[in-house]
Nanobody, 114 residues
Framework: QVQLVESGGGLVWPGGSLRLSCAASRSISSVYVMGWYRQAPGKQRELVAVITSGGRTNVADSVKGRFTISRDNAKTAVYLQMNSLKPEDTAVYYC????????WGQGTQVTVSS
């Protein structure tokens, strides 16, 4: 079993920045995909950005140029640097680790508001 520990959410003004972190409770030695999804009130959960253990990324068009995903394979951790945040980025952000099984974090709230 793997637990994902997320941190870094919060309240920020439009145009501000936040950095989300997610670390697995144990190292994963196999190939994996790890990243972030988000769910706003009344909407479906959507992909934000994911990265493979080999470094390939998939980033949603809505955040390209503003969000950057990175990883630390040694720690099986993933980070999401979010810049130029907009009110429409407000959501609960969930970390996901996909290996043989899928694991989800508990979610961290990101609120962009003045």
């Amino acid at each position: 079993q793997v637990q994902l520990v997320e941190s870094g959410g919060g309240l920020v003004w439009p145009g501000g920045s936040l950095r989300l972190s997610c670390a697995a409770s144990r190292s994963i030695s196999s190939v994996y995909v790890m990243g972030w999804y988000r769910q706003a009130p009344g909407k479906q959960r959507e992909l934000v950005a994911v990265i493979t253990s080999g470094g390939r990324t998939n980033v949603a068009d809505s955040v390209k140029g503003r969000f950057t995903i990175s990883r630390d394979n040694a720690k099986t951790a993933v980070y999401l640097q979010m810049n130029s945040l907009k009110p429409e980025d407000t959501a609960v952000y969930y970390c996901k680790l996909a290996t043989v099984l899928d694991y989800w974090g508990q979610g961290t709230q990101v609120t962009v508001s003045s």
